[in-house]
């Protein structure tokens, strides 16, 4: 439920968002706008403030700003000139390029927001590195810490998987390192081609080397309320012992069992009051039970790291990493039409709904910086040449500049056929996608 529901926030804002920018540059323009929607379907809501009519609906996966048009029904003439056709061509193009800017806009104010208030990242120091791999190859150590890839800066796991994915063409990239005795030394750590090709593979496996991770002891802290752990008769305080006979001497490993369980019964051996107890836990269909670790006061402070920025370089790096995020969606794009790239990376519903609680469940931040990230994907995804997407109409406009006149409707008619048939192609894959994300 709570992923539907980050999932239900997610599109509304960010449909909301792109719409907004279609009507508000519209009204700039002196063009009648007679409906805004968000959603389709059954409606829920309905409202009117001035001659738009504003409509909330009850399938949240798109939506619409209806404008006063020639080709939608009869428009009397006192209102010519407020229809949509008989503005320029500049203007026309200003109105369908404001939705996909408006979500690059509020990503880079949704990353400025996660900037100034600061991310928490693993820091990047290396846990181990696996014998005969790129990153062993390239001279890395165990305890080696990431402080720059390519001269950029890095002060957390994240800013190496972004600096890792910006130069996806290239074929290595310069790590600088620095070692328990404060010395700092320069690899070039090669990266193989098709690092991105399956996203089931963890690109930092394939590199050849991990990242040091606290390890925790599977003692429990919290537990939800009617969750398995409850049920089962798990109290605050208990230490896992065994799991069906396997000794579980960490809180990952603890992890890993029950997300390998779903729905089956585990015989757990805990300690309670220096005391062992036996008792019997099924994880639910999720693979979880509900129960939190302990973490004792500070230790996790050697690990993590919190990145704050001033406030100028918050909007510095935030407008950076749109356009840095913005141009690696397209060759990613680029690289799944050439087939070095899974289509498995085309997420659906409930792929992005999914990821969408999770986020959410991490916190503010965690939440803020997915919403960036989606506003960001739909901003990109909406400026391609493709007929039924902004883009496509903002080619046809670009065509119309260019030889001085519209481009033949049945021109358009063919090429919107040609886009329709590409959409619904994606979201075939992408329900595929999910379908396969469900089954597993």
Not at 419 to 429: C, P, V
Request: proline share 4%; glycine share 6%; charged share 20%.
């Amino acid at each position: 439920m709570l992923s539907l529901f980050a999932f239900i926030v997610v599109i509304l804002i960010l449909v909301g968002v792109h719409e907004f920018g279609h009507f508000w540059v519209a009204k700039k323009c002196d063009v009648k706008v007679l409906k805004f929607s968000i959603g389709f379907g059954p409606v829920i809501k309905k409202w009117q403030k001035g001659e738009t009519e504003f409509v909330l609906s009850a399938i949240p996966l798109g939506g619409f700003v209806k404008m006063l048009d020639k080709r939608e029904g009869e428009v009397a003439d006192e209102e010519n000139h407020r229809e949509f056709n008989q503005k320029s061509v500049y203007q026309r193009f200003a109105i369908v390029i404001a939705g996909p800017l408006a979500n690059l806009l509020f990503a880079i104010f949704l990353l400025i927001i996660v900037n100034f208030v600061g991310i928490q990242q693993l820091k990047p120091i290396i846990g181990s590195v696996i014998p005969n791999t790129p990153a062993f190859v390239a001279g890395l150590k165990d305890n080696d810490r990431i402080i720059s890839i390519n001269n950029h800066k890095i002060t957390g796991v994240s800013n190496v998987l972004s600096e890792i994915i910006n130069n996806i063409d290239e074929k290595s990239i310069s790590i600088e390192v620095k070692k328990d005795n404060s010395l700092i030394f320069n690899y070039q750590l090669f990266l193989p081609k098709g690092l991105f090709k399956n996203p089931k593979e963890d690109v930092f496996k394939i590199l050849g080397f991990n990242f040091a991770l606290p390890t925790l002891p599977p003692v429990i802290n919290k537990i939800v309320a009617k969750s398995p752990a409850e049920v089962a008769g798990i109290l605050v305080g208990d230490e896992i012992i065994k799991i069906n006979q396997t000794e579980v001497k960490s809180w990952k490993y603890f992890v890993e069992i029950i997300q390998q369980n779903p729905n089956k019964l585990l015989k757990v051996l805990i300690k309670r009051n220096n005391k062992i107890i036996n008792i019997n836990l099924t994880p639910d269909s999720e693979a979880k039970v509900g129960v939190q670790v302990f973490v004792p006061k500070g230790f996790l402070d050697d690990y993590f790291v919190i990145e704050k920025k001033s406030f100028f370089d918050a909007i510095q790096s935030a407008v950076l990493r749109t356009y840095n995020l913005s141009i690696t969606t397209l060759k990613f794009i680029g690289k799944m039409i050439m087939g070095n790239a899974s289509i498995e990376h085309i997420s659906g519903p409930v792929s992005i709904a999914n990821y969408a609680g999770q986020s959410f469940n991490l916190g503010f931040v965690a939440f803020l910086s997915f919403l960036a990230m989606i506003s960001i994907s739909l901003g990109v995804l909406n400026l391609l040449p493709i007929p039924m997407l902004d883009g496509g109409h903002l080619l046809f406009y670009f065509i119309e500049i260019i030889k001085g006149s519209p481009v033949n409707d049945v021109f358009q008619i063919l090429f919107q056929k040609v886009g329709l048939l590409f959409i619904l192609s994606l979201m075939t894959i992408a329900v595929y996608n999910d379908v396969l994300l469900f089954i597993k």
